[in-house]
């Protein structure tokens, strides 16, 4: 029989000085069954022609070009439409896959049954120094990731269409990839369906040390509203929520400086 197809979804603006090497990290996959469907969001770099060499190369591999800029969301979402896989994944295109990732987490979503997966992932500067592995429990659902005790990296998340249907990312309720984790939390609760947390560190998330402090800003305000607005909770729930968030966000932080 042979390996059900996975569709890796990539948004891509201005991404050229890391998008041959997020390409290279899909195309080192041990389980060869993959498509990588790359969306040039409106980049003016060198991206969209470095992602055209590679494609000439490996027919797998597909440049989409919508038009925008949109957005990473609406970016993201062009690229779950066009999906010929029974398996969605997805990979920014700074980051990187281990060569064991999609055969390791669709084996093992295969043998549970399980409808969405996650892992946990390295976490390193532009030059490839890991900073720190991030864990992940083996499962949960809405309540702790509303509670950041359980914590998914768009770069592992992988959801299961046949069983899930075509799943796309909220443009309107930033974070989006948040937001699209409470939903199919929510749907897999919902309808009984498995949900799998692979505590193995199979990608490397590379963060960018321009704008930190900001964005941490920008993330709490975007945590209040997907409680809010998109999960819907009254203010009183959305508070303990967001109380449980900032302190396990604090405690971590304090255990980083520490260590």
């Given amino acids: 029989m042979s390996a059900p197809l996975v569709s890796v979804i990539t948004p891509m603006r201005d991404g050229g000085a890391f998008i041959a090497a997020a390409i290279a990290s899909v195309q080192a996959q041990q389980m060869a069954a993959w498509e990588h469907l790359v969306v040039d969001d409106g980049s003016v770099d060198d991206g969209p022609e470095r992602v055209r060499v590679a494609a000439a190369e490996d027919a797998r591999i597909r440049l989409l070009q ?144 321009a704008g930190r402090s900001a964005r941490k800003g920008r993330a709490a305000a975007a945590y209040w509203r997907a409680c809010r607005h998109h999960a819907d909770l009254s203010f009183p729930r959305a508070a303990r929520h967001f109380l449980n968030y900032a302190g396990r966000s604090l405690w971590v932080r304090l255990r980083r400086n520490r260590d």
Wanted: net charge neutral.
């Fill in 66 to 209: 919508p038009g925008g800029p949109r957005g990473p969301a609406a970016a993201r979402n062009s690229a779950i439409e066009a999906a010929r896989g029974r398996y969605i994944a997805f990979l920014d295109c700074d980051d990187l896959w281990a060569p064991a990732k999609l055969a390791s987490q669709i084996g093992a979503m295969q043998a549970e049954g399980a409808a969405f997966s996650w892992t946990g992932y390295d976490i390193a500067d532009t030059q490839g120094r890991v900073i720190r592995t991030q864990r992940v429990p083996v499962g949960g659902g809405v309540g702790a990731l509303l509670d950041r005790k359980l914590v998914i990296g768009c770069l592992t998340a992988v959801y299961d269409r046949e069983m899930l249907g075509r799943m796309y990312m909220s443009r309107d309720d930033p974070p989006e990839d948040f937001c699209l984790w409470l939903d199919v939390l929510a749907r897999c609760a919902a309808e009984g369906r498995p949900v799998l947390g692979i505590d193995r560190s199979l990608a490397i998330y590379r963060r960018h040390a």
